[in-house]
């Protein structure tokens, strides 16, 4: 069984850093891509950011220059380096696994990310 488990969400102040980790068990993360996505209170669920290998990579324009990707194969996690936060980036912040950057199959449970101004 796969399981997806996101860590590192907390409350920070406006300009400041998260690093969140998304650690795997069931499913080995080099073969498949994996994503992480927000979902803000009254809002859609969005795309954030995906990786399928180190060199194949999106990053959602909101977040471009300021958020970056990144996995670690032998602990078989993913992270999202969260720099520069605004108020806007505030919301659960889910990963998701999958066959592809564009189709994902397993979740995590995520974690809340608070900027306050």
């Known amino acids: 069984q796969v399981q997806l488990v996101e860590t590192g969400g907390g409350l920070v102040q406006t300009g400041g850093s998260l690093r969140l980790s998304c650690a795997a068990s069931?499913?080995?993360?080099?073969?498949?891509?994996m994503g992480w996505f927000r979902q803000a209170p009254g809002k859609e669920r969005e795309f954030v950011a995906a990786?399928?290998?180190?060199?194949?990579?999106s990053v959602a324009d909101s977040v471009k220059g300021r958020f970056t990707i990144s996995r670690d194969y032998p602990k078989n996690t993913v992270y999202l380096q969260m720099n520069s936060l605004k108020p806007e980036d505030t919301a659960v912040y889910y990963c998701?696994?999958?066959?592809?950057?564009?189709?994902?199959?397993?979740w995590g449970q995520g974690t809340q990310v608070t900027v306050s101004s």
């Open positions: 998701g696994s999958g066959p592809s950057m564009e189709r994902y199959d397993y």
């Open positions: 990786m399928k290998w180190s060199s194949h990579t």
């Open positions: 069931g499913r080995t993360l080099s073969d498949y891509a």
